[in-house]
């Protein structure tokens, strides 16, 4: 075995797992993961541009009735094997879900003259080859509507696989999505997109090889794919609980739930099948109110609230329940019980942080304190497999007070490098304190190695020694985390620290960019404007000829300022209000007038050197004023690499 290799499951982490409780009802839940299945996708694998995008065959080695490894916790195992269930599957009369071809469930519903689709997955490729499926087995419906359930990439990023930009426009398909959907999407993988893809490659563990030692799940389905995402706007947004829509035939009643799972989603409710969709805010796992690939905190109190609302709403007229993953719960004592103990376990972590925080208890004191009471130990789809309670309630904590914990010693700590270099000395130099981990290190003191060696390293990243050893303790905390995430991000780290961090080159808009407004468009740059690279003072107007409007961009004090105008607005116009905006001051004088269309506009946010060329093709056109102005703000713009994360 090679230095650079996966190590074995220590004694110490065979014992661990060996301990874990996992006492479900199996005949239940894989009953119910299988129920229904129809077909499978021949061969389970598929292709884009020759490459594979998802194969079932990555993971046949969860479809076993052998008692799990011991680099595996039990319980992640468990899910892992029912996650590994794929197929196109009925869930009720006229409605179909394909499931473990994507992390996402994607749903059929035949409606009165087409398919409308619930969430078309992550994926062009795999949306388009689960639309196949369910064509040549169900019989070929066109497309009439798409349901986006929340703001998440795998709920839309397939939407090309299932229509295009021309139906939609054209008004043969209707986008439905919750209110804020657009902003909140563009927001989460546009603004903190590079370095949240980033940091997702350490949370899904796309990079690592499937196996016992490697990636086993994602808590939420089997893995990520691998393909290009891309959005379409909506067509309408649900703005209401209570609003009902007939969709092509199907009534639905929909519910918005703000600020749960996602900042935009919505559960609906079909009145004539007695079948509820709970989109991403009941699944078989505990969920995240922080996923640790980042993201905004989540309401836990709200959340639990929502789904107390469902319930008294729906739940006595419920037969069926579905979501955006994982499997269905069929019948309505138990579709009420779930949604009974997912609310529940929400409001016990909310309440119970605040009344340890408001007894003094620092956040890293209350995830060390809290452990699911034995009410849900039993209940296989409140364990941690996705999110855990440890971070969770880290995250209610820092929603209601914040990152500081109210000790002012950790008011302005030194950064991690300076830090690192002085918390070395202090403990003898780096020979003593590796001496000291592998110590820890063989008593199966395994977080411990990993933040004492984490000062070695970021002091000195080139100390072999010390980030060998760390690399082993993260994999010995990966083998035991009963959280997917915890353990791609333990292993993310253990590979990194043995091969050198990843080094992906330039991070780009991403391709839902093309779905922006103007004034989400003018949010990218501001997020990547390098003031001390620009003048003090500047003003350019931005015409977007495809969306019919401008934006005025002035740059003053180091920041940007933006107002929409129309697309014929001119210098020294008054500042008429439009779309509801409230009138302004006269437009003043401008440095340039820049005219191009929205594609254009994202391809020279990510690459300023294009700006020339394109004015000189014709591409984009400079109405006005000093060109050089226009090129210095490009010029201005930071160009995203990969961030390092295990070192500085």
């Not at 519910?255 to 559960?267: K, L, R």
């Not at 019948?331 to 009974?340: M, T, Y």
């Not at 808009?509 to 003072?537: C, H, K, S, W, Y």
Request: aromatic fraction near 8%; charge should be negative; hydrophobic fraction near 40%.
């Amino acid at each position: 075995m090679s230095d650079l290799d996966p190590r074995p499951a220590t004694g110490f982490t065979e014992a661990a797992n060996s301990a874990a409780v996992v006492n479900f009802d199996d005949e239940v839940d894989f009953a119910a993961a299988r129920r229904g299945l129809v077909v499978q996708l021949p061969g389970g694998r598929v292709e884009q541009d020759g490459n594979a995008v998802w194969d079932v065959a990555s993971h046949d080695f969860l479809r076993t009735d052998e008692a799990p490894p011991p680099s595996v916790h039990p319980g992640l195992w468990r899910q892992g094997r029912l996650n590994s269930n794929h197929g196109l599957f009925e869930v009720a009369d006229g409605v179909w879900q394909a499931r473990g071809y994507d992390i996402s469930n994607i749903t059929f519903m035949a409606a009165d003259s087409g398919w409308l689709i619930i969430d078309p997955l992550t994926t062009e490729a795999t949306a388009a080859a689960c639309l196949a499926l369910a064509n040549d087995t169900l019989g070929e419906r066109p497309v009439t509507a798409v349901i986006y359930t929340h703001s998440h990439v795998d709920h839309f990023g397939g939407v090309l696989g299932v229509t295009s930009e021309q139906a939609v426009t054209a008004g043969d398909v209707r986008i439905i999505a919750p209110d804020g959907f657009l902003e909140e999407a563009v927001k989460e993988n546009g603004h903190a997109g590079p370095i949240m893809s980033r940091r997702a490659l350490y949370q899904f563990g796309p990079l690592l090889a499937p196996g016992p030692r490697g990636q086993v799940d994602a808590g939420l389905g089997q893995a990520l794919p691998l393909g290009a995402s891309n959005l379409l706007a909506p067509t309408e947004t649900i703005a209401a609980t209570g609003e009902e829509l007939n969709v092509d035939g199907i009534r639905i009643v929909f519910q918005n739930t703000p600020d749960a799972e996602a900042p935009a989603e919505m559960n609906f409710f079909f009145p004539d099948k007695s079948l509820l969709c709970l989109a991403e805010n009941c699944t078989h796992n505990l969920h995240n109110l922080y996923p640790i690939r980042g993201a905004q905190t989540r309401d836990a109190l709200a959340w639990s609230k929502y789904l107390q609302e469902a319930l008294v709403m729906w739940g006595d007229h419920t037969d069926i329940c579905f979501a955006s993953h994982h499997w269905p719960r069929f019948g309505r004592e138990d579709a009420k019980a779930f949604i009974a103990m997912q609310r529940d376990v929400y409001r016990w972590m909310h309440d119970q942080t605040l009344r340890l925080a408001n007894h003094g208890h620092t956040p890293d004191e209350i995830a060390d304190e809290l452990s699911l009471p034995e009410c849900f130990s039993h209940q296989s789809h409140v364990q941690g497999y996705y999110g855990t309670v440890s971070h969770n309630v880290r995250s209610v904590y820092n929603r209601y007070l914040g990152w500081y914990d109210g000790n002012p010693a950790n008011l302005h700590p030194l950064p991690p490098v300076e830090a690192a270099g002085r918390y070395v000395e202090a403990m003898g130099g780096a020979a003593n304190v590796i001496a000291g981990a592998r110590l820890a290190y063989d008593q199966g003191d395994y977080r411990w190695v990993a933040q004492v060696l984490n000062h070695v390293i970021f002091d000195d990243p080139t100390n072999t020694e010390a980030r060998r050893l760390s690399a082993d303790a993260m994999e010995q905390l990966g083998y035991q985390s009963e959280s997917a995430t915890w353990r791609n991000a333990y292993l993310m780290g253990a590979f990194e620290l043995r091969h050198g961090s990843l080094q992906l080159g330039r991070a780009r808009q991403p391709a839902m960019a093309r779905a922006m407004t103007g004034e989400l468009l003018i949010d990218a740059m501001g997020v990547r404007f390098n003031p001390a690279r620009f003048r003090d003072r500047a003003t350019i107007l931005w015409r977007l000829t495809d969306l019919d409007e401008a934006q005025l961009v002035e740059v003053s004090n180091h920041a940007i300022s933006q107002r929409r105008l129309p697309l014929d607005a001119e210098p020294g116009d008054d500042g008429a209000p439009t779309d509801g905006q409230t009138a302004t001051d006269d437009i003043p004088t401008v440095d340039v007038v820049v005219s191009l269309d929205r594609a254009t506009m994202v391809t020279i946010t990510d690459e300023a050197e294009r700006f020339g060329p394109l004015v000189d093709d014709g591409t984009i056109t400079v109405e006005s004023g000093d060109t050089a102005v226009a090129a210095e703000f490009l010029s201005a713009l930071d160009v995203f690499q990969t961030a390092n994360i295990i070192e500085p």
